[in-house]
C-alpha cells in the first residue's frame, strides 16, 4: 500500500506562483518515479509532468516553461512549483505512484 498527501493549493491571481508538495509513504521502492496529474471541472484529467530516479523531468504542454517538478528521496518528497499561473490552470492537483492517488488539493487561479 503506497499513500500520496498533497498539499499547498489555494486561491492565487493570475501571474502569481504557487507551490504543491506531495508526501510519499508506504510500501514504495527506492527508485520510484511520481506523476502530477490535474483535472479541470468537466475536464478530462491532464498530466502536468513527472520526476523520478533516472528520469529528466518531463512537463505537459500546457505548463511547460512554467512549472518546475523536483524531489527529495531523503523525505520522500515531490514538489510541484507553478509560476506565471493563469485561470486555465485552475484544477484539482493529483500526485500518482503505481495505481495510487492522493486526494488532490485546489488550485484556482482567479483576480
Known amino acids: 500500500q503506497v499513500q500520496l498527501v498533497e498539499s499547498g493549493g489555494g486561491l492565487v491571481q493570475p501571474g502569481e506562483s504557487l507551490s504543491l508538495s506531495c508526501a510519499v509513504s508506504?510500501?514504495?521502492?527506492?527508485?520510484?518515479?511520481v506523476t502530477w496529474y490535474r483535472q479541470a471541472p468537466g475536464k478530462m484529467r491532464e498530466l502536468v509532468g513527472f520526476?523520478?530516479?533516472?528520469?529528466?523531468?518531463r512537463y505537459g504542454d500546457s505548463v511547460k516553461g512554467r512549472a518546475t517538478i523536483s524531489g527529495d528521496k531523503t523525505k520522500n518528497m515531490v514538489y510541484l512549483q507553478m509560476n506565471s499561473l493563469k485561470a486555465e490552470d485552475t484544477a484539482v492537483y493529483y500526485c500518482?505512484?503505481?495505481?495510487?492517488w492522493g486526494q488532490g488539493t485546489q488550485v484556482t487561479v482567479s483576480s
Open positions: 500518482n505512484l503505481y495505481e495510487f
Open positions: 520526476w523520478g530516479d533516472g528520469h529528466i523531468p
Open positions: 508506504g510500501n514504495i521502492s527506492s527508485v520510484y518515479m
